[in-house]
T-cell receptor, first 113, second 115 residues
Framework: GQQLNQSPQSMFIQEGEDVSMNCTSS?????WLWYKQDPGEGPVLLIA?????ELTSNGRLTAQFGITRKDSFLNISASIPSDVGIYFC?????????????FGQGTTLQVKP | NAGVTQTPKFRILKIGQSMTLQCTQD?????MYWYRQDPGMGLKLIYY???????DKGEVPNGYNVSRSTTEDFPLRLELAAPSQTSVYFC??????????????FGSGTQLSVL
């Protein structure tokens, strides 16, 4: 089945630093999504990408839908302590309301004040 | 402003016991999902439902059952608990249109241990 490889698995950075993480697959996806999970909570959608090459921002977060449709990137600029959490990428195969997403393994981010 | 509500938050089961994880949403979403999250493995889809009376298997359905008698509720049933079912379970819902199903709203999770 389809798999998403997310890297890095974990990051420990200093407050104020920029962060980059990515998600790759051997399969083509029509939609790429980025979620954040705070400790003890469910994931929350950060950014949704619908077209190859699309670059979308949400505050200090910027995500891109790779041209090949097999990858996506998330950047966080000027990190702050509340950025701590697990970041998941997710891809949807097919179109319309098929109801299924494939999730990456997650990138755990820790920020040192 | 409840959103997706899951109960219980924590549960310990003995091998072979059964239990139901409850999930309810008040957003009138037609789609509902159950995922399990294992460390370093991301989220795996167990079952999903596109509307009341309709359910379908996800990636890892074995050992679980679901029902969807109302739009609001989507309980997950474990009939014979096994240690391999130790995990964190998340219920989610979304309002499906012709667009992608990306806007999942997740509950806060149920941490289940089977000993």
């Amino acid at each position: 089945g389809q798999q998403l490889n997310q890297s890095p698995q974990s990051m420990f950075i200093q407050e104020g630093e920029d962060v980059s993480m990515n998600c790759t697959s051997s399969s083509i996806f029509n939609t790429w999504l980025w979620y954040k999970q705070d400790p003890g909570e469910g994931p929350v959608l950060l950014i949704a990408l619908y077209k190859a090459g699309e670059l979308t921002s949400n505050g200090r977060l910027t995500a891109q839908f790779g041209i090949t449709r097999k990858d996506s990137f998330l950047n966080i600029s000027a990190s702050i302590p509340s950025d701590v959490g697990i970041y998941f990428c997710a891809g949807q195969v097919g179109s319309g309301n098929t109801g299924k997403l494939i999730f990456g393994q997650g990138t755990t981010l820790q920020v040192k004040p | 402003n409840a959103g997706v509500t899951q109960t219980p938050k924590f549960r310990i089961l003995k091998i072979g016991q059964s239990m139901t994880l409850q999930c309810t949403q008040d957003m009138n979403h037609n789609y509902m999902y159950w995922y399990r999250q294992d460390p370093g493995m991301g989220l795996k889809l167990i079952y999903y439902s596109v509307g009341a009376g309709i359910t379908d298997k996800g990636e890892v359905p074995n050992g679980y059952n679901v029902s969807r008698s109302t739009t609001e509720d989507f309980p997950l049933r474990l009939e014979l608990a096994a240690p391999s079912q130790t995990s964190v379970y998340f219920c989610a819902s979304s309002l499906q249109t012709n667009r992608a199903n990306e806007k999942l709203f997740f509950g806060s999770g149920t941490q289940l241990s089977v000993l």
